[in-house]
């Protein structure tokens, strides 16, 4: 077991990842002066990222898994190891940026009820831009569509100071650079290794809306994303995973009465999704659609036993971070683009 000294740990989930400690590792270094430890975990990456680690990094705690299982499996192993206040799951290639650490750390020691929250999250290859995993905070839709501030399907807002005002009003916050309170993220379960990768923070996040948490948006921390780097975005991959993940999330934390007709609703937007591959010659991720749909359907009881067990955490079901509306309807007949074009009362 690895007890932090300071009260943060800051968990780089490293697979393959030596370029991006070659570039990003000295500065989240340099920056812990302000008050974290750096961990990081090798995912049983074939090449020489923990050697590497170990040579030029000889002060970081290691951690060397010798499986790998997806990254939700990696960072729900790794974080059994590790005691701490605060954890911040941090995804190798994040660039952070001076003083990125203490307005976050404010903002959980502030509000006890704020149990995850998240920075600015900028694209790294066009820094004026935010980045798709996260953006300025991440929201749901009544249909359970995600989208976030900064960022709703494939359009991103370049940023102009519009989001410049922190939250504590969030649905989710993004896995790729979650702050989480520790204590809370193990009491609700953590991350679901057998969702392997892609939504696990906001099945995470979901739990804790339902158990009566808030999550939070830290303007002014601010840190880059490289994105794509482990699945690319838009392979078949990974709209198998955001498909498959996508309903499971539904089955394990909706309300029994909505999914009656909400998983029905799902499947048929589903395949009007897989029309538009079809329209753009893209047949591997049409199978990847068909693909997620047989799994969800084969692997139901076992998703349906983990609903049952969270269902004992239950105990509010808080409604802040979801659209009351359709964001589909919104961004692709209402031409709604950017979040700033959605109105504030059609929020909860």
């Known amino acids: 077991m690895i007890v932090t000294r300071q009260d943060t740990a800051v968990v780089i989930l490293s697979y393959n990842s030596r370029k991006w400690h070659e570039l990003f590792l000295p500065k989240i270094v340099e920056q812990a002066k302000d008050g974290y430890d750096v961990i990081v975990v090798d995912h049983a990456s074939p090449d020489d990222t923990a050697q590497y680690v170990r040579h030029h990094f000889p002060y970081i705690q290691l951690i060397e898994l010798k499986e790998n299982h997806g990254f939700a499996w990696g960072y729900a192993e790794a974080l059994k ?27 959980m020691e502030t509000n006890k ?23 300025a905070g991440g929201f749901m839709d009544k249909w359970g569509y995600l989208f976030c501030r ?13 989001y410049n005002d922190s939250t504590n009003d969030l649905f989710w916050a993004s896995g790729g650079c979650f702050v989480v309170r520790a204590d809370v993220y193990h009491k609700l379960g953590g991350l679901d290794p057998d969702l392997f990768a892609h939504m696990e923070e906001i099945d995470v996040c979901w739990r ?15 840190v880059f994303h490289v994105g794509g780097s482990v699945i690319t975005y838009g ?25 009656l007709w909400l998983l029905p609703l799902r499947l048929i937007l589903d395949g009007i999704a897989a029309l538009q591959f079809l329209a753009g010659g893209k047949i591997n991720n049409i199978l990847a659609i068909v693909k997620a749909h047989w799994n969800f359907f084969f692997t139901f009881g076992k998703w349906y036993k983990k609903r049952r067990i969270h269902k004992e955490l239950v105990t509010v079901r808080s409604k802040t971070g979801i659209y009351k509306k359709s964001i589909i309807i919104q961004y692709f007949l209402n031409g709604k683009k ?9 929020f909860n």
């Open 81 to 107: 190891q590790i005691q701490s206040k605060y954890y911040i799951l941090l995804s190798s290639d994040f660039e952070v940026t001076d003083n990125w650490f203490p307005a976050i750390h404010t903002a």
């Open 113 to 135: 009820n704020l149990v995850a929250c998240q920075p600015k999250i900028r694209y790294y290859k066009d820094k004026e831009y935010f980045e798709y995993a996260g953006a």
């Open 150 to 162: 900064g960022r709703i399907f494939s359009t991103l807002e370049k940023d102009e100071g519009q």
């Open 208 to 222: 804790m809306k339902n158990a009566g948490y808030d999550i939070g948006y830290v303007a002014d921390s601010t």
């Open 235 to 259: 392979s078949p991959q990974k709209t198998y995973y955001n498909f498959r993940n996508s309903l499971v999330l539904l089955l394990k934390n909706e309300s029994a009465g909505k999914l």
């Open 338 to 346: 950017k979040f700033s074009d959605l109105r504030a009362e059609d």
